[in-house]
């Protein structure tokens, strides 16, 4: 069964310091991966994907993430975090259109400044 | 386009009562998913559509919920009798065939008291 783990429930980091957050998934096939973010009050916004090819994808607002079959992660990462990344992350793995999703829990991001 | 839309965005109601979720997905998509989120259970998929038709309603935690789509344009979540366990928010997404992401709605976020 498909299943996606998010270790971290809940990361504070300064403001202008660098983020990682880790996902793990399981998962039968060559999955297709995807991180969301959801602001308060907010629905899910798609950050990046990857479905093949480079391993490393490139997302909106500076994020970018690196699949990593051996290690069956795809861990999320920031150079640089703007008080406006304050939000929660979402893991997801699926196969694609038409099928759902399978989210992790999330992981909760505060910023300090 | 305007996105997924779904209404109302909040909703509070009594024990007993009927509750009623409504969702309009993106125009020319033909998959709609309907999730539950709270803080125990996270982002659970209760049902999704293929075409109008229901393609898995496991998600569906009792038979007090069911969900229509009578059209390619609407959809419907209904809660009868409502309980305060039912309390979450509720988001609706679609996608299309081949497509690589799901859009979110911005959800309803519903309190039974």
């Known amino acids: 069964a498909q299943s996606v783990t998010q270790p971290d429930i809940h990361i504070t980091v300064s403001e202008g310091a660098s983020l990682e957050l880790r996902c793990n998934y399981s998962?039968?096939?060559?999955?297709?991966l995807f991180w969301y973010v959801q602001s308060p009050g907010q629905g899910l916004q798609l950050l990046l994907k990857?479905?093949?090819?480079?391993?490393l994808v490139q997302g909106i607002k500076g994020f970018e993430a690196e699949f990593k079959r051996s290690q069956s992660s795809f861990n999320l990462r920031k150079p640089s975090v703007h008080w406006s990344d304050a939000a929660e992350y979402f893991c997801?793995?699926?196969?694609?259109?038409?099928?759902?999703?399978?989210f992790g829990k999330g992981t909760r991001l505060s910023v300090i400044a | 386009d305007a996105g997924v839309i779904q209404s109302p965005r909040h909703e509070v109601t009594e024990m007993g009562q009927e509750v009623t979720l409504r969702c309009k997905p993106i125009?020319?998509?033909?998959?709609l998913f309907w999730y539950r989120q709270t803080m125990m259970r996270g982002l659970e998929l209760l049902i999704y559509?293929?075409?109008?038709?229901?393609?898995?309603d496991s998600g569906m935690p009792e038979d007090r919920f069911s969900a229509k789509m009578p059209n390619a344009s609407f959809s419907t979540l209904k809660i009868q009798p409502s309980e305060p366990r039912d309390s979450a928010v509720y988001f609706c997404?679609?996608?299309?065939?081949?497509?690589?992401?799901?859009?979110f709605g911005q959800g309803t976020r519903l309190t039974v008291v």
């Open positions: 990857y479905f093949s090819g480079d391993t």
């Open positions: 125009s020319g998509h033909n998959s």
């Open positions: 998962y039968g096939a060559t999955p297709y």
């Open positions: 559509f293929n075409n109008n038709v229901p393609i898995d």
């Open positions: 997404a679609s996608d299309l065939q081949g497509a690589t992401e799901a859009f």
């Open positions: 997801a793995v699926g196969p694609s259109g038409n099928t759902p999703l399978v």
